[in-house]
């Protein structure tokens, strides 16, 4: 079974400063894809960042990056230089390559950037 | 980029009655659609994925009798709430996902349903 736990349900962090949101997970499967979500008040899923398993590098995206340690299952997601506009809750999900390719989503993690 | 959307963006019925949702891949074609539901403050639970031209595969504890899935061609599937009762009040989302598009699953807008 495949598993996503974001232990954080929410998260302070000043303007400007860089923040870093949990994720760990679970699966049998020899490959997979994580992933990350914006989701702001509107309610849209807002794609930030990709990780395969198999990727040698950390995934970037901009002031986005992904912590990715492979023996520790987890895939944490860093943001740098917050802005008040990343205030929103943030998913972790994951993709197994068996069982339909379905997506799972842990909990979120609710950020608030203050000013 | 790719694009999907859904219609209605959000629908207010009465208790006993069909809501039908549409997920629409507009400028690719999405041969697996997935259907998820959220609540207040949750996270976003897979109710069912549908493959084009066969029929849907639904999480456990998801009733295929309540929650009609329909996806009849490569760029439309319909969510198809059927005798509406006020705990089916949630958010859908629909997400789609292109056989040459590799992994990424490209997310609608979202449903928001109320039953009264």
């Known amino acids: 079974a495949q598993k996503i736990t974001q232990t954080q349900p929410g998260m302070f962090v000043q303007e400007k400063e860089a923040v870093t949101l949990d994720c760990t997970y679970d699966?049998?499967?020899?490959?997979?894809?994580l992933f990350w979500y914006k989701q702001p008040s509107s309610g849209e899923m807002i794609f930030l960042i990709y990780q395969g398993s198999y990727d040698q590098q950390n995934a970037t995206e901009g002031r986005y990056s992904l912590n990715f340690q492979k023996a520790r299952k987890s895939a944490n997601l860093v943001i740098s230089a917050s802005q008040l506009g990343d205030s929103a809750m943030y998913f972790c999900?994951?993709?197994?390559?068996?069982?339909?390719?379905?997506?799972?989503f842990g909990a979120g993690t609710r950020l608030f950037v203050k000013a | 980029g790719a694009v999907v959307s859904q219609h209605p963006s959000w629908v207010i019925c009465k208790s006993g009655t069909s809501v039908k949702i549409e997920c629409r891949s507009l400028?690719?074609?999405?041969?697996?659609m997935f259907w998820y539901r959220q609540f207040p403050k949750q996270s976003l639970m897979l109710m069912a994925t549908?493959?084009?031209?066969?029929?849907?595969?639904?999480e456990q504890g998801v009733e295929k009798d309540k929650f009609l899935i329909n996806h009849a061609s490569l760029t439309l599937s319909t969510l198809t709430v059927t005798s509406a009762h006020p705990e089916d009040s949630s958010f859908y989302i629909c997400s789609a996902k292109s056989g040459s598009r590799g992994d990424e699953q490209f997310f609608g807008p979202g449903t928001r349903l109320t039953v009264l």
């Open positions: 400028d690719f074609q999405a041969t697996t």
């Open positions: 999900a994951m993709r197994g390559n068996t069982g339909g390719f379905k997506t799972i």
């Open positions: 549908s493959n084009e031209g066969s029929k849907a595969t639904y």
């Open positions: 699966t049998s499967d020899p490959s997979y894809g």
